[in-house]
Each structure stands twice: as C-alpha cells, then as structure tokens.
C-alpha cells in the first residue's frame, strides 16, 4: 500500500485530493453567493444614503411601533412556548401511555402546515364570520386584527420549535439520575430543577433561541390575522414589506436589517449551544448501562433448641 492511499484511508475518503478541494469551493462559493452576499445586501442598501438616514427610517413613529409589537410578541410567545415544550418533551421523553404518538404527531403538526393556513384557521375561528365571532362581538373582544391573534398566530408556528429539540436529549440521558434524586426523597420540582434542568439546559437554549428567531421574523401567518394597520398590528416583517411596496427602500432595508442582525447573533449563539447539545448528547450515549440491582440473599436464622 503506497503513502497516498494510506493518507486517503487515514482521512476517511478515496477521492483524490481535487476532488476534495473541488466540492469544498463548491460549499463555499454556494454559501457566498445565497447566504453572505443577500446579507451584504441588506446592509448596503440600508446605509446606502449615509448614516443619517439609516437612523431616520428606524426613528418614525410606525417603525418604533412594529418593533415593539415584534418584540411583544415574541415576549409572550417564547415563554408559552418554553413551558409547554418542556412539558411535552418531559412527557413524550419520560413516560410510555397510549397516544404517545399521536402527540408526537400534533407536535410536529406546525411543520408541516403552512403559516398562512394557521392563519386562516385563526380567522375562521375568531374572525367575525367565524365559530366565536358573534360572542366575541357581543362582548367587545377583539382577536383577529389584533394583538391577541397575533400572538397566537406566532405561538402556533412556532411551538415544535423547543419540544423537538428537548425530546432526542431527554430519551438518550433516560431516567436513572431521575429516580435516583427521587429515591434519596428529593421532590419533583427538586428534581426538575437540580437534575433535570442542568442535564437540559444547554438544548433547551438552543430551542429557545430558535424559537425567538421564528417569533420575531414570522410573515406568513401574522399577515393573515394582522389586517396590515399600519402602526398598530405590523410587525418588523409587515413593515418592510409595506416600505418596500411604498419604493421607500432605504428605510425598508433600515428595518430588515435588524432582522438580519437577529439573524447573524442567533447563528453565533446556535452554534454554541448546538455544539454544548452535541456535547450533552454524546455524553448521555457514553454512560454504562444500568446494572441490575443486586439480589439478596437470605441469611439461615438459627433457630434455638
């Protein structure tokens, strides 16, 4: 065996070294040209008549209010999210019941429904036409084209978001730090918050960090339910497009580019946290299996004569 196949073998691959070097340019020129250079873009075109008047399309009055509405939202729907995520991941990860499936299913549900449907269910449910419209009318409750449907809108595509990464973690670590905090009389919030928790955390925020990015860069589905009133239900996402429709590109592109600055730190702190969970992970698959508890023997009483 020559010293060529060797250093092929040693690096795992029998191609030759150009093509190697061929598909690596290959990865880096498609990652330049659909994930640096639009990003670039945004940028550019935001600064593109100077700082000043960057700063302006950020000051008006309906863009502070589509930031705040974004954010709003993403305050509510983030935390909704985290406590049922964990729930659901505790549930499906910890425990065997029937329909365990089929909860697995409507967790997965958001993925495979498209937002703007989500949002017509919204309508057809809360809408003035809709199921509750008529009482909700009647007392002076307002969803749809409103903040409230807004808020559900986000909590509903974005739900899985948690839940799905939390569930792989839990199933590998399995249950034995669990029963063994419970059997030393530990409670069960003892034990959520002293074993569970640190065992989690590092997937856990790699959820949550997933989850805000959606909530705060959603369209689909807030457009549907928002009713586009300009200053009241917009968000960041709505506000660009209504500038951008409006040929007002500087302060359109002002406003994306706080999205794509969201977008830029949530990849530096997913990176983190996907490389702490993969950590976690391979440390939960390291561990012994569980030894069976030792059986006892019973000792012989000598009996008196």
């Known amino acids: 065996m020559n010293t060529r196949t060797v250093r092929r073998a040693r690096a795992g691959t ?87 499936a089929f909860l697995t299913t409507l967790v997965d549900l958001p993925f495979s429904v498209s937002p703007v449907v989500a949002g017509l269910i ?8 809709g199921w509750f419209g008529p009482w909700l009318q009647a007392h002076d409750i307002k969803i749809i084209f409103a903040v409230p449907g807004i808020v559900l809108a986000t909590v509903f595509v974005t739900f899985p978001f948690i839940a799905r990464e939390l569930i792989p973690l839990m199933q590998a670590q399995g249950n034995d730090e669990e029963q063994a905090a419970i059997v030393l009389g530990a409670t069960g919030w003892q034990t959520f918050w002293y074993v569970t928790l640190p065992n989690i955390k590092w997937g856990l925020l790699y959820g949550v960090i997933l989850c805000n990015a959606r909530a705060m860069g959603e369209f689909g589905a807030v457009s549907v339910v928002s009713g586009h009133i300009r200053g009241q239900t917009n968000t960041i996402p709505l506000h660009v497009e209504i500038l951008y429709n409006e040929y007002q590109s500087v302060a359109a592109f002002a406003a994306a580019s706080l999205l794509a600055l969201l977008a830029l730190v949530t990849l530096v702190i997913k990176t983190i946290a996907e490389h702490r969970n993969e950590q976690a992970l391979k440390a939960a698959a390291e561990l012994p299996p569980e030894r069976p508890a030792p059986v006892p023997v019973p000792v012989p009483v000598p009996t008196a004569r």
Do not use: H
């Open 14 to 100: 029998t191609e030759a070294p150009w093509v190697r070097y061929t598909l690596i340019g290959v990865a880096l020129a498609f990652m330049l040209l659909f994930l640096v250079l639009p990003l670039a873009a945004v940028f550019a075109e935001a600064l593109r008549k100077g700082f000043g008047a960057y700063l302006e399309g950020l000051r008006e009055p309906d863009a502070w209010s589509a930031i705040k509405l974004t954010l709003i939202t993403a305050l509510i729907a983030v935390p909704l999210n985290l406590v049922f995520g964990v729930a659901a991941a505790w549930c499906i990860a910890k425990y065997e019941f029937k329909g365990k």
């Open 122 to 129: 919204y309508v057809l449910m809360f809408g003035a036409q």
